[in-house]
């Protein structure tokens, strides 16, 4: 049996002033054939799981290109046509193929392409021919189009989130894939379009159960996989929103009627999802009356992890305003504040700007002496057994406030982040973190108590107020009853 495997991916914030281009992938995560670590990445999983099957199995393993950008604007056109290229010609080169097993992402948008995934996966099944299997592992926070389901054989996307899953989904991907090669099963999709969009933690209620209760049908015969997709509200493409997606073996109506009876019962839940949030003067004012700590105030819509560029400054003026000490922010990206810094050199005191250059909308820049306490050329943060680069990153302090400036934008994943400059996020009274969840299960086992401040900025995430302009389908919540009905599902069954 050969299999080719390689992965593509970003996420697109079509709103965001951060361009993707090569060089935002080559800084995030690039691997030619052959050089992809032993460790995966958050959308290179399926590789690693190929690679442990192969190892087990008379199956021989053709490794294409995998790339990762962390989320941010549209995709240059020709960084995305270099990337897709790359990996067709790879697989061109490795024809005859059984199945070819791909790690994107599913929210990637170029200039001139609405869908990428989409894109790649029609070029990709027009040179291996109809009889190939073609499966991907998707993120979640995806936009599954039309064309991708009828391109693909196999899809599956995360079922947590965070998304601590990736590995358990990519071995759940690959194990199918072999089973259909081999003639064991007839993987048949059908996916229903919720009409709605919305964030949906799986770490808390309603969401958590409702995930249980997906698990439990998985387990009914004849059911292969179901996957949420929540979709993402900062991508304007026409079939952005939240879809739930059931593969059987060979039952097509078992297909579609499993995702209409689902997809209904998550629109039932919407709007219950987010955790409670506090403004930022509360979350502050709260973080101030806190006896105890470390308690994690989370930055939630200045996330990088959702394509914006994580340099906001309103919760720490904010801090400065009160006059809290002992409040240590990771990160803020500011890569030519790190720069000075790295001239200036370690235990120097300079004055110093930093923060709030990427945008009108994500608070001004902050003017302080600062004493720089570490340097370190290049840092990295954990996140469910993959490492995150934070780039070269400088740890500055001053007025009793601790904040890590870094060059790689990223998002806020792990205390790890804090010991990689030597701070101990243990010892600190007030943790801020710029993440919507995926910061969770690493910080609340630290935490004294765990805060969602909404800044209202700069991530668009009120879709009422979003100027989309390709969007054509209403949507909750921007249309309050966007008319379900049974035939707006949408059989795609092979
Ligand atoms: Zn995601």
Redesign the pocket.
């Known amino acids: 049996m050969r299999i080719f495997t390689a992965s593509l991916a970003t ?1 697109t914030n079509t709103f965001s002033p951060m361009f993707t281009d090569l060089t935002s992938f080559k800084s995030s995560f690039y691997a030619a054939p052959g050089e992809h670590p032993d460790t995966p990445t958050l959308c290179s999983a399926p590789l690693i799981a190929c690679r442990e099957l192969a190892r087990e199995q008379d199956i021989t393993l053709i490794e294409g290109s995998c790339s990762w950008a962390e989320p941010g604007g549209l995709v240059n056109r020709a960084t995305y046509e270099f990337l897709r290229d790359e990996i067709l010609q790879q697989l061109k080169a490795a024809l005859p193929v059984d199945a070819v097993v791909l790690g994107l ?1 599913g929210a990637m948008v170029a200039q001139g392409y609405d869908d990428c995934e989409g894109d790649l996966l029609s070029r990709v099944r027009a040179l291996t021919g109809p009889d190939a299997v073609i499966a991907a592992e998707l ?3 995806s936009h599954l189009t039309k064309q991708r389901v009828a391109m693909a054989d196999l899809l599956i996307a ?1 079922k947590e ?1 965070p ?1 601590l899953d990736f590995m358990d989904r990519a071995r759940e991907l690959v194990q199918l894939t072999l089973a259909t090669v081999r003639h064991q099963i007839t993987p048949c999709m059908a996916s229903f379009d919720c009409r709605m969009i919305d964030v949906l933690p799986t770490s808390n209620e309603p969401m958590k159960s409702f995930l249980g209760r997906i698990r439990q049908l998985e387990q009914q015969p004849g059911v292969l996989s179901i996957s949420v997709i ?1 979709g993402f509200m900062a991508g304007d493409v026409p079939e952005m929103g939240t879809q739930l997606l059931v593969i059987t073996d060979n039952q097509p109506k078992l297909s579609q009627q499993l995702a209409a009876q689902l997809g209904m019962e998550l629109f039932a839940l919407r709007g219950q999802s987010m955790p409670d949030m506090l403004s930022v003067e509360q979350g502050v004012a709260e973080l101030r009356a806190s006896a105890h700590g470390p308690v994690v105030l989370a930055d939630v819509w200045d996330n990088p ?1 959702g394509g914006v560029a994580g340099d906001g400054t309103l919760i720490l003026h904010e801090v400065i305003r009160q006059q809290l000490t002992g409040v240590a922010f990771g990160t803020i990206w500011d890569p030519m504040a790190v720069q000075l810094c790295f001239a200036a050199g370690e235990g120097a005191v300079i004055p110093l700007r930093f923060g709030g250059k990427s945008c009108a909308t994500a608070g001004e820049p902050v003017d302080k002496i600062i004493e720089i306490k570490a340097l370190r050329a290049s840092a990295w943060q954990e996140f469910a057994g993959s490492k995150v680069p934070m780039g070269a990153c400088a740890w500055i302090q001053f007025d009793g406030i601790d904040v890590i400036l870094n060059s790689n934008r990223c998002q806020s994943f792990d205390p790890s982040l804090f010991r990689a400059v030597g701070i101990v996020p243990e010892q600190c009274h007030g943790l801020v973190v710029k993440s919507t969840n995926h910061f969770y299960q690493g910080f609340a086992a630290i935490a004294a108590r765990v805060l969602y401040l909404d800044a209202k900025a700069p991530y668009p995430s009120d879709p009422k107020q979003n100027n989309y302009q390709k969007l054509t389908r209403a949507i909750w919540p921007i249309v309050e009853q966007p008319h379900l009905t049974a035939d707006e599902s949408k059989p795609d069954c092979a």
Do not use: R, Y
Request: glycine share 10%; charged share 20%.
């Open positions: 996420e992402h993120d979640p926070h995360f989130f998304h929540h992890g």
